[in-house]
């Protein structure tokens, strides 16, 4: 449900004058104002545990931060930003990864706009 000011002759619901209406249903039909952001990373896993975060986007990302969720260690450095194409390593050691361990990349967008990506490995 969706909260919103009241309209002339709405249902007011509460102190504040707010009414409860329903959401619409979206239609397959109707374009995004917006188009999607695609994550512009891509993993190469084949050196584990040494794995690679390759810029595949076409634009420079800064304030670039490794976060490890679960257990194990995670070894990573400079740099902190890329240009596409540009890509570093990281190492995660960890005894299973695929069960127990994530990896939270942080990057900021030209227009400063922070994002998340969880890696399961």
């Not at 070894?75 to 990864?97: C, E, M, N, V, Y």
């Amino acid at each position: 449900m969706s909260v919103g000011k009241p309209e002339s002759g709405a249902l007011n619901v509460g102190r504040r004058g707010y009414r409860v209406c329903m959401l619409r249903a979206v239609d397959p039909h109707d374009s995004p104002s917006e188009s999607a952001y695609r994550v512009p990373w891509r993993i190469d896993r084949g050196a584990a545990p040494r794995y690679e975060l390759l810029n595949v986007g076409h634009e420079r990302l800064v304030g670039i931060h490794l976060a490890l969720l679960g257990t194990g260690a995670l070894i990573w450095g400079l740099p902190t930003a890329l240009s596409p194409g540009q890509r570093f390593s990281f190492i995660l050691h960890s005894d299973d990864p695929s069960r127990a361990t994530v990896v939270l990349v942080r990057w900021f967008r030209p227009d400063g706009a922070e994002y998340l990506w969880r890696v399961s490995f």
